[in-house]
Structure formats: structure tokens, C-alpha cells
């Protein structure tokens, strides 16, 4: 099972709102998930349009879900820390294996 942080559709098409939740990649986007973690309305004014629960969102990472980019970008928002640790997790990895490669 290959757990994945992302967005969930809620509301009317022309009113779009968004729940953020941890939920299994082969579910469909609007199908089951896991937990919420937080949501998301862009119809809302700019500095009350999200909200992510960053310590779980962290745990999820930590069990090993994997994150996609718009949900990344609010967590960014919000603890620009667990992006840093993401981005410096994928390099460390990327390094490694050139190292390995070249050897």
C-alpha cells in the first residue's frame, strides 16, 4: 500500500474546496482516505484560505507517505522547515546514488 498526501475535491465544480488527506494511490481523488489533515478554499481571502496540521502532515512523511507538489507548496506556506528536510532528504538520496554509480 502506497500511502500519498494530497488534495480531495469537495463542494460544487464552480466552487471548488479542497480537503488536504492522507489516503492510499490507487484510491480516485474524491474516493476514501486515511485522515484529514487540513483544507484549502481559494475562493477565500488570501491569509484564511488553508489551514495543515504540520505535525501530522510530518509523521505521515516520517511513516513514508509521499507528498504531492501543491500540498508541499502549503505546507511550504505554513513550516517552510518540512520542505527544507524533504528537499534535503531527496538530495542526500540523488547523491548517493550517483556515488554509487560511479564507483
Do not use: C, H
Request: hydrophobic share 35%; net charge positive.
Amino acid at each position: 500500500m502506497a500511502l500519498i498526501i494530497r488534495m480531495r475535491q469537495q463542494g460544487a465544480n464552480s466552487r471548488q474546496r479542497f480537503r488536504i488527506v492522507v489516503t492510499d494511490s490507487r484510491n480516485p481523488r474524491d474516493g476514501k482516505y486515511v485522515e484529514k489533515l487540513g483544507w484549502y478554499n481559494p475562493f477565500a481571502p488570501n491569509d484564511k484560505n488553508y489551514f495543515v496540521d504540520v505535525s501530522r502532515v510530518q509523521y505521515w512523511l516520517g511513516v513514508g507517505a509521499q507528498i504531492s507538489d501543491r500540498v508541499k507548496s502549503l505546507v511550504g506556506k505554513t513550516s517552510p522547515d518540512v520542505v527544507k528536510g524533504l528537499t534535503a532528504a531527496q538530495v542526500a538520496k540523488t547523491a548517493k546514488r550517483r556515488a554509487k554509480r560511479k564507483a
